[in-house]
């Protein structure tokens, strides 16, 4: 094998890896939020329902390209088709049959990288660095 293909071997073992989104399954559903042991990132649970914008009875809601939509085109109740999307604050056993999780990714400063806690030793920080470890 030359040189050329070895190289393009690795490329192509490493950059799926690189250029796939990660689906942060490993964030339990359970939780309010977490950091995903796969890319590194906060994530955010959150829960979404549909509700007929007509009656306002609830509606399955499901996640599509990234988006919350209802899973029934019309209304079971009264037969409209329009619906919206409602957030839940905090998921009960009545509204998990019907909402959809959005596992969002929390844009954070990382304030503390490798280098950084070894050599500014602040007075704030130690609390907030149990979050990292
Ligand atoms: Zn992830
Ligand atoms: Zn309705």
Redesign the pocket.
Known sequence: MSLTNTLIEITRLFLPSLNRKCSHSKIRPDIEQGYCPDCGKLIKNEWYIAR?S????KIKAMVKNGEIVAQEHF?S????EGYKIEKLDQINFIDINFAALMKKEVEEERFCNTTKCWQEKTIETPKLLVQYL
């Open positions: 007929c007509c009656c306002g009875v209304c109740n009264c037969g409209s």
